[in-house]
């Protein structure tokens, strides 16, 4: 249970850096509020239409009696417009970090320097070839999170467990996703594909939870998601240098996490709740 307070520390101790420098984190709100404007013309979209849409997908359910047509396509609609939610949260990140490519490379870097005494891992790329295989990745990892949604909106229907212990299991793997597409900007520049990206993470579940849940809980308020997104990348990064063992753990810190051999999966906590 350690590693969900060392997750959590991560995600505040990347906050007190970008509130520490100023330029990072002024550059840093730029692609989160052009994202912004995008999504919340999307998800206004999805409001107005959920419903016409839940309409248009349950003909059978026109000849019901009330209340159980508006019950039943309420209920529908609301999950729809969840599920939409879902999505957002996920992918908002993945295209916050598309666009902001430059900037919050930029601002990884910084943090590596800072950490480090002046060096930072480059990947020797051209910015094209960054963002390209950032697009590609970030795809991926929304088809990932498109299953998921589709069989715990499916999962939803389940009396009781639909509306306590399912809503839960979204934002566990939403955390997860979130940390996996924040991480990628440090572990990009050390040259790290996706697939031992996510081996890495899965390693540590509970820290990637103890990052990305609360991220995820707080990105669901409207204009947080733009304020904590210089914070976050300054938070991942920092999780990436102990995960790799860049970062010597001090034995007073009580928030270190282990040796970089059990960051290679020796060892990992056990409970998972994401599997690939």
Same mark, same amino acid.
């Given at each position: 249970?350690?590693?969900?307070?060392?997750?959590?520390?991560?995600?505040?101790?990347?906050?007190?850096?970008?509130?520490?420098?100023? +330029?990072? $984190?002024?550059?840093?709100?730029?692609?989160? &509020?052009?994202? /912004? @404007?995008?999504? #919340?013309?999307?998800? %206004?979209? !999805?409001?107005?239409?959920?419903?016409?849409?839940?309409?248009?997908?349950?003909?059978?359910?026109?000849?019901?009696?009330?209340?159980?047509?508006?019950?039943?396509?309420?209920?529908?609609?609301?999950?729809?417009?969840?599920?939409?939610?879902?999505?957002?949260?996920?992918?908002?990140?993945?295209?916050?970090?598309?666009?902001?490519?430059?900037?919050?490379?930029?601002?990884?870097?910084?943090?590596?320097?800072?950490?480090?005494?002046?060096?930072?891992?480059?990947?020797?790329?051209?910015?094209? +070839?960054? $963002?390209?295989?950032?697009?590609?990745?970030? &795809?991926?990892? /929304? @088809?990932?999170? #498109?299953?998921?949604? %589709?069989? !715990?909106?499916?999962?939803?229907?389940?009396?009781?467990?639909?509306?306590?212990?399912?809503?839960?299991?979204?934002?566990?793997?939403?955390?997860?996703?979130?940390?996996?597409?924040?991480?990628?900007?440090?572990?990009?520049?050390?040259?790290?594909?996706?697939?031992?990206?996510?081996?890495?993470?899965?390693?540590?579940?509970?820290?990637?939870?103890?990052?990305?849940?609360?991220?995820?809980?707080?990105?669901?308020?409207?204009?947080?998601?733009?304020?904590?997104?210089?914070?976050?990348?300054?938070?991942?990064?920092?999780?990436?240098?102990?995960?790799?063992?860049?970062?010597?753990?001090?034995?007073?810190?009580?928030?270190?996490?282990?040796?970089?051999?059990?960051?290679?999966?020796?060892?990992?906590?056990?409970?998972?709740?994401?599997?690939?």
């Amino acid at each position: 249970m350690r590693d969900l307070g060392a997750g959590f520390g991560y995600l505040v101790k990347g906050q007190r850096w970008a509130a520490g420098h100023g +330029r990072s $984190l002024g550059v840093g709100l730029l692609p989160g &509020l052009i994202t /912004l @404007v995008l999504y #919340a013309g999307a998800l %206004v979209g !999805l409001a107005y239409g959920a419903d016409d849409l839940v309409g248009w997908a349950t003909p059978f359910a026109d000849g019901w009696s009330s209340p159980w047509l508006g019950l039943f396509r309420g209920f529908l609609t609301a999950l729809v417009f969840v599920l939409g939610l879902f999505l957002a949260v996920i992918s908002f990140t993945a295209v916050t970090l598309l666009v902001g490519q430059p900037f919050y490379e930029k601002l990884s870097a910084d943090v590596d320097r800072a950490e480090s005494g002046g060096e930072a891992p480059e990947s020797g790329l051209s910015l094209a +070839r960054e $963002l390209w295989i950032s697009a590609r990745d970030s &795809l991926r990892i /929304l @088809v990932r999170v #498109a299953c998921y949604g %589709v069989l !715990l909106f499916g999962l939803g229907f389940i009396p009781v467990i639909g509306q306590s212990v399912i809503p839960a299991i979204g934002f566990c793997v939403t955390g997860f996703f979130l940390t996996e597409e924040l991480t990628a900007v440090a572990l990009q520049r050390r040259g790290m594909e996706l697939r031992p990206r996510l081996t890495l993470l899965r390693s540590r579940r509970l820290l990637v939870l103890g990052f990305g849940v609360p991220l995820a809980l707080a990105f669901v308020v409207p204009l947080v998601a733009v304020f904590l997104m210089p914070g976050a990348v300054a938070g991942a990064t920092l999780m990436v240098r102990d995960l790799l063992g860049e970062t010597e753990a001090r034995p007073d810190d009580e928030e270190q996490p282990d040796a970089p051999g059990r960051a290679a999966g020796q060892g990992g906590d056990g409970g998972a709740t994401v599997v690939q």
